[in-house]
């Protein structure tokens, strides 16, 4: 019956919405508690490839529908922003829960970050197989406890990307973010006002404090200095990506190379309008 209710939610996942993207099952393991992966996008010619990796308490058997809705949303942000840019790019995301995350039994511990750093980097390094000599813009979003086994697939160097954005992180090994296999300039750190979780530093080093070196994604809510929309702040540990968030917002940008228009909170913000193209 848990394998049945699994199999009900990639089912789900996989339901192409009106005029939505394809979407295709990347990677399914059946195996309790479960692993799997669904594309949002042409995954096989994108020009800008995002990585969806959960933190706690998320399972393929109760959450791959919305963990592919937020997916989605990413999608969507990503090709309003191309059009607003006049760019032609194209955007692939990927919904990817491909490991066990902990529960309050395991929270505690490494191993499960262990485990997500080895099957991350095997999607990852998968996708550059798939696309040798023609390979994709990749980012990794990572939030919670996903975010520090991302970090350790990038200390490690067992993958590289092009960018990473952590919310929420409880910290992770690397000391500093030019330990990470990153391209430099391209680490963002997210941190909602009441999230517990935040600058702990219970895994290791606080990402987002000043010595770490990341930038900062601002996720305290403001007006698009682009669009003029009010976007809404990010309150504790599981707000970071709801529709209509600064949080998404930035998320979206990062995935598409415009980190320039990202906002931190800071005065700079009021700058980052489309005036930036000329």
């Keep these: 019956m848990a394998r049945l209710k699994m199999l009900g939610q990639i089912e789900a996942s996989l339901e192409e919405t009106p005029g939505g993207p394809d979407r295709r099952l990347l990677m399914l393991d059946t195996a309790m508690p479960g692993r799997a992966a669904v594309s949002l996008g042409e995954l096989d010619s994108a020009d800008y490839v995002s ?3 959960p933190g706690a308490l998320l399972s393929v058997r109760e959450h791959m529908r919305e963990w592919t809705k937020v997916t989605a949303d990413i999608y969507d942000e990503q090709n309003d922003w191309e059009r607003r840019f006049g760019d ?3 955007v692939a995301t990927v919904s990817w829960i491909g490991y066990q995350t902990p529960d309050v039994t395991n929270l505690l511990g490494m191993d499960l970050a262990e485990q997500g750093a080895s099957f991350l980097s095997g999607t990852v390094n998968g996708l550059k197989t798939l ?3 023609d390979e994709p813009y990749i980012s990794v979003f990572a939030h919670s406890y996903g975010a520090t086994a991302t970090m350790l697939a990038l200390d490690r160097g067992d993958m590289s990307i092009d960018a990473l954005a952590m919310m929420g992180s409880p910290g992770g090994v690397a000391e500093n973010v030019r330990e990470l296999a990153v391209k430099a300039g391209h680490v963002w750190v997210g941190a909602a006002e009441w999230d517990p979780v935040v600058h702990t530093a219970f895994f290791g080093t606080d990402p987002g404090s000043p010595d ?4 900062t994604m601002s996720v305290a809510g403001s007006v698009d200095p682009v669009t003029g929309a009010v976007l ?3 309150v504790g540990h599981d707000w970071y990506l709801e529709p209509g968030t600064e949080s998404l917002r930035n998320l979206s940008l990062i995935g598409i190379d415009r980190g320039d228009y990202v906002t931190d909170g800071s005065t700079d913000d009021l700058k980052k309008t ?3 193209e000329h």
Excluded: E
């Design 274 to 276: 489309l005036a930036l």
């Design 88 to 90: 032609s790019s194209t």
């Design 212 to 215: 770490f070196g990341a930038k």
């Design 232 to 234: 809404t702040a990010s």
């Design 131 to 133: 696309r040798s000599g």
């Design 51 to 53: 990585v969806l990796v």
